[in-house]
């Protein structure tokens, strides 16, 4: 090729940005000390290279000068790398032909009393952006096409919702539940807060709706086998419980495998008392019309949770005592409600009405905390509570017919080795973990695959909803687009000097480097180039210096220390 | 390339791919970017010169202390640079007629007076503005002039001319900032300008405002200097603050040692301000006590709180954290009574600790009112225009908070964020994705993947 062969054209464009460098750096200055790094064959001083009239110029002086590699001075690539990459690309050099010198974040304003320094900084920076400019090599985001297809995983309200929504927007979606029936959590629960709505009300509509759908097909009794592939081209095995197989090609995957509700094993004589159940229990015995000859109730908030065993809250617990307390008093008014409770999680415009309407109805809050907690004996004719009230400065002891521990959503004991299958991460308390906790809460940091529903934590029906639709509305995108395309700089391996070790595969974080065996037992490592994100972990990792990464190459980062430490 | 408006305006009305989005905070930036990322037109009006929402002044953001416009700002230049968003700034809805598929909109654009192809946000006229104005991005802890970018990483980064302070504007003089534009970008002729619009659907995000405490004389908001707001504590926290982040008292400069927060400031009251918890203050209260902490691990930082509320992930974690590596302090308990030192300008708390059952006080250099996120004065305006319902406290409603929790009861609009209660911003986000999910629903089936 000829521009192995002929030097690279390097052209500066330094940028007065008004006075918000050009008050403090000599501009002119450093462009004539451009002229004279070798390499750059042109340099000018733009007011504002960004400007319609500054790009423009960028443009003639690439196709006059016949520049290929192009270097601005100016303020922050954060902002202004796109702008700049894509008038490179107008112009017909590649993009990745660019570099930037960011002379005003790093000369005109930290130094802005320091003009001379702040000059001869710039100067630096340009001189380590021309070294760097010099080694650039063009670069190509490959495209991916993708199947405009989805799998969900989890059958009940969260992955009933999100199958619903990508079948109406006209995608091909598999359902896969393991249980013989959709539904999930929902089944076994009574009426619904916050309207005391029954479940099945809820419920009903949408599983007809999906079982009627015909861009929906449904894989009860069934589990997520295997899977392969990259977002756009996922191959999944599913195997039923009788042991068949079926291969899928999907374009992006779902999990909304939800949640369990721990068993409390050992708390305050649960299992040796057939009186003290969980709420979980008391949906179904309020489904069923009881509690018959129940006349006091006494709820426990927090069994098995915000400990040191399980310090999360689980966020529902308190609005659902809430909830089956009311239901309680409305069946029975004369019946003793009371919720012992160390911090009432009522939050928001929909739960904190909902506190109230108990209050008045007579539920009793007692507050217990943490050091204190109740103490339970059973006895023959009651479940005796002794708690004692921090508010009161008392100890009180009631009989209870009906002790109810609110016990925590936990995850399912299937999420450890999902997690391992689609290789998606797991947080510090079992459930799924989000790419980003507050900006990106329904994706994976993989590509293609998102979460949705209690699988990432505890939350109530609506937040399930609404992330359930949040997920359907991320899967879409690359399923409308029918494409997507990958990132550039990524990394790659020196299989002579890489040692198979296997240290990059333990800290991608985008399972994006393997160490495999090919033919003939030898082994290699393999980078998938569409999962690289091209964070440079593996690279820093790797003991042999094996791995580089693109853009961003050892040769690069070199070039551009000797030049700071040359000095001119 | 980012297409013009005058492109985008064109881009076939009558298949109207075209969604609204009312609102330029972190709901409305995610919800216009989701859409857009899928080929729709976005149309993204915001009030205010600039998107970014108050997300845009928060300092850190919890558990994880990341800086707050740090990770806000890309979105918002991705939202400006995205060929299929058009940006409307300085515009508000008046007028909505038509359907679901096929809503005509008319949107008031108030003159920026810069001209925003010539202006390169340099901040020259800025600099020579002479005129101070208190700056609503510093909470008004801080100054701007009377041609401003709000803040550094505003979008668009284009200056704008405040004409209520303008001197040109207002006495007919001054006309320094046309002087020093080097890019001829200043108009003072500018008018305000019609914007018609026709859209499919269209999705609120119009957020939130806070509660003023100066309803609680007790807690001495506006008369006691030292006695401030959550939000004028974010920005008297952040390094981009009125202070360069120290925390540092502006009425006497002194540095504030002790720092208390109370909760449920105009919130959880039957008797004052809003029956409803506000949501996020426990943790955002936290997560200043922490930032005081790091600042000077010498400083006391105590929270008052009634139920500490900590049922998002990862949250208890994070108030562990707080009391156990940081020490900072929670009273259980509401103070009934913040005096102030006549001669040095502290600040006594009278309160009363519930699990101790007694009654005591607390000296502090600065008290941070934890105030409610309520309800926009302005959302009976728009709900009107909508023909949308509010709720009982003046948020926009949705039709069935269970199994519909984004959609109103005029098909083809929803609502996500805090116009419709408080919330934190992984569930404005969530349900900005999800509104994008439902307005491209109400939009037509994708046509693939029907052949199978």
Request: proline share 4%; charged share 25%; aromatic share 6%.
């Given at each position: 090729m000829s521009e192995e062969t002929t030097a690279p054209r390097v052209g500066v464009f330094v940028c007065h940005c008004g006075v918000n460098i050009g008050g403090v750096v000599d501009v002119p200055s450093v462009v004539e000390y451009s002229k004279t790094i070798p390499g750059v064959v042109y340099a000018e001083a733009n007011l504002y290279?960004?400007?319609?009239?500054?790009?423009?110029?960028?443009?003639?002086?690439?196709?006059?000068?016949?520049?290929?590699?192009?270097?601005?001075?100016?303020?922050?690539?954060?902002?202004?790398?796109?702008?700049?990459?894509?008038?490179?690309?107008?112009?017909?050099?590649?993009?990745?032909?660019?570099?930037?010198?960011?002379?005003?974040?790093?000369?005109?304003?930290?130094?802005?009393?320091?003009?001379?320094?702040?000059t001869e900084k710039a100067k630096d920076l340009v001189r380590m952006a021309v070294a760097k400019a010099l080694l650039l090599e063009p670069q190509e985001e490959p495209e991916i096409e993708v199947e405009p297809s989805a799998l969900i995983i989890g059958g009940g309200i969260a992955g009933m919702t999100a199958a619903l929504s990508l079948a109406e927007q006209g995608f091909q979606v598999h359902l896969v539940e393991k249980q013989s029936e959709l539904g999930g959590m929902?089944?076994?629960?009574?009426?619904?807060?916050?309207?005391?709505?029954?479940s099945l009300e809820l419920l009903k509509p949408k599983i007809d709706a999906v079982k009627s759908n015909?861009?929906?097909?449904?894989?009860?009794?069934?589990?997520?086998?295997?899977?392969?592939?990259?977002?756009?081209?996922?191959?999944v095995e599913i195997e039923s419980q009788k042991g068949e197989i079926e291969r899928i090609r999907v374009g992006t995957i779902i999990v909304a495998t939800g949640m369990a509700s721990l068993e409390p094993v050992g708390l305050y004589n649960y299992g040796s008392d057939e009186r003290i159940i969980t709420q979980l229990q008391l949906e179904k015995i309020l489904k069923t019309g009881g509690p018959e000859g129940v006349r006091t109730v006494v709820m426990i908030q927090c069994v098995g949770s915000r400990n040191e065993e399980r310090p999360y809250c689980s966020r529902i617990c308190c609005n659902e005592a809430v909830k089956n307390a009311r239901l309680l008093k409305r069946s029975d008014r004369v019946r003793d409600v009371y919720i012992l409770y160390r911090d009432l999680q009522a939050y928001g415009t929909r739960y904190s009405p909902l506190e109230r309407i108990a209050k008045r109805q007579g539920v009793k809050m007692i507050n217990y905390q943490q050091e204190k907690p109740p103490?339970?004996?059973?006895?023959?004719?009651?479940?005796?509570?002794?708690?004692?009230?921090?508010?009161?400065?008392?100890?009180?002891?009631?009989?209870?017919?009906?002790?109810?521990?609110?016990?925590?959503?936990?995850?399912?004991?299937?999420?450890?080795?999902?997690?391992?299958?689609?290789?998606?991460?797991?947080?510090?308390?079992?459930?799924?973990?989000?790419?980003h906790v507050k900006l990106r809460p329904v994706d994976f940091p993989t590509g293609g695959i998102y979460v949705c529903g209690t699988a990432q934590g505890p939350k109530d029906i609506p937040e399930s909803i609404a992330q359930a639709y949040a997920a359907a509305s991320r899967a879409a995108i690359p399923m409308t687009l029918r494409k997507v395309r990958a990132e550039a700089i990524t990394a790659s391996v020196n299989e002579e000097l890489c040692i198979r070790c296997g240290r990059c595969e333990e800290v991608c974080e985008f399972n994006a480097i393997t160490v495999e065996v090919v033919e003939?037992?030898?082994?290699?490592?393999?980078?998938?180039?569409?999962?690289?994100?091209?964070?440079g972990v593996c690279s820093v990792t790797c003991p042999t210096g094996a791995i580089t990464m693109r853009h961003f190459n050892n040769k690069q980062i070199y070039a551009m220390l000797e030049a700071v430490l040359r000095g001119h | 390339m980012k297409k013009t408006l005058d492109e985008l305006m064109k881009a076939d009305p009558m298949e109207s791919k075209a969604v609204l989005v009312i609102g330029g905070g972190i709901a409305g930036i995610q919800a216009a970017l989701d859409l857009a990322d899928r080929g729709f037109t976005v149309h993204l009006v915001e009030k205010s010169p600039s998107i970014g929402g108050v997300m845009a002044q928060l300092d850190k953001t919890l558990p994880t202390m990341d800086c707050s416009i740090c990770i806000l700002a890309p979105k918002m230049i991705e939202c400006f640079r995205h060929p299929n968003i058009a940006l409307h700034t300085l515009s508000e809805v008046v007028k909505v007629t038509g359907s679901v598929g096929d809503f005509h909109i008319d949107i008031l654009e108030r003159p920026r007076h810069v001209d925003m192809s010539k202006c390169t946000g340099c901040g020259a006229c800025t600099e020579k503005c002479p005129v101070q104005v208190p700056s609503e991005f510093q909470a008004e802890l801080g100054m701007r002039k009377a041609i401003y970018i709000p803040f550094p990483q505003a979008v668009p980064l284009i200056a704008s001319i405040d004409r209520e302070h303008c001197l040109y504007f207002q006495k007919g003089v001054c006309r320094v900032c046309e002087r020093f534009c080097l890019s001829g970008a200043i108009d003072y002729e500018q008018q305000p300008r019609e914007v018609a619009l026709n859209v499919s659907s269209i999705i609120i995000a119009t957020g939130f405002t806070q509660y003023n405490p100066q309803e609680i004389g007790e807690y001495g908001y506006k008369r006691f200097n030292n006695v401030i707001t959550a939000l004028e504590f974010e920005r008297l926290v952040c390094a981009s603050g009125p202070t360069s982040g120290k925390l540092q008292r502006l009425s006497d400069k002194k540095n504030a040692h002790r720092i208390a927060f109370v909760q449920c400031v105009g919130s959880r009251s039957q008797r004052i301000g809003f029956p409803y918890c506000s949501s996020v203050c426990c943790m955002y209260a936290t997560k200043g006590a922490i930032l005081v902490k790091e600042h000077d691990p010498e400083s006391e930082a105590t929270v008052f709180y009634i139920d500490l509320k900590v049922f998002g992930k990862?949250?208890?974690?994070?108030?562990?954290?707080?009391?156990d590596n940081w020490g900072v302090k929670y009273v259980r308990g509401r103070p009934g009574e913040i005096r102030e030192h006549p001669l040095t300008g502290d600040l006594v708390i009278w309160y009363e600790d519930t699990y101790e059952g007694k009654v005591d006080k607390m000296e502090a250099d600065l008290v941070v009112l934890c105030t409610t996120m309520i309800p926009r004065p302005e959302n009976k305006k728009l709900a009107d225009i909508l023909g949308v319902e509010l709720d009982e406290f003046g948020f926009f409603k949705v039709q069935d908070p269970l199994s519909n929790p984004i959609e109103t009861n005029v098909p083809g609009i929803y609502v996500c964020g805090c116009c419709h209660g408080p919330r934190d911003i992984p569930e404005?986000?969530?349900?900005?994705?999800?509104?994008?999910?439902?307005?491209?629903?109400?939009i037509q089936p994708t046509e693939v993947g029907l052949e199978g």
């Open positions: 290279t960004c400007s319609s009239d500054g790009l423009n110029k960028l443009k003639e002086a690439i196709k006059g000068h016949k520049l290929d590699r192009v270097v601005v001075a100016s303020c922050t690539p954060r902002t202004h790398e796109p702008l700049f990459r894509a008038t490179c690309e107008e112009a017909g050099i590649n993009k990745y032909l660019f570099e930037m010198a960011n002379i005003r974040d790093q000369c005109s304003w930290v130094h802005m009393h320091e003009p001379e320094k702040a929902l089944l076994r629960l009574d009426k619904l807060f916050p309207l005391d709505r029954d015909p861009n929906i097909r449904i894989h009860t009794t069934s589990m997520v086998k295997s899977a392969k592939g990259f977002i756009g081209n996922f191959e103490q339970v004996v059973s006895e023959k004719d009651a479940v005796v509570v002794k708690v004692f009230s921090p508010l009161l400065d008392e100890e009180m002891t009631v009989k209870a017919d009906l002790l109810v521990l609110s016990t925590p959503l936990i995850p399912t004991e299937e999420a450890g080795g999902l997690s391992q299958t689609l290789k998606v991460p797991l947080g510090s308390d079992g459930f799924f973990m989000e790419a003939s037992g030898k082994m290699t490592t393999r980078v998938n180039e569409i999962l690289c994100k091209g964070c | 990862g949250f208890q974690d994070f108030v562990d954290r707080a009391r404005s986000v969530t349900e900005a994705s999800a509104a994008a999910a439902k307005a491209a629903e109400s």
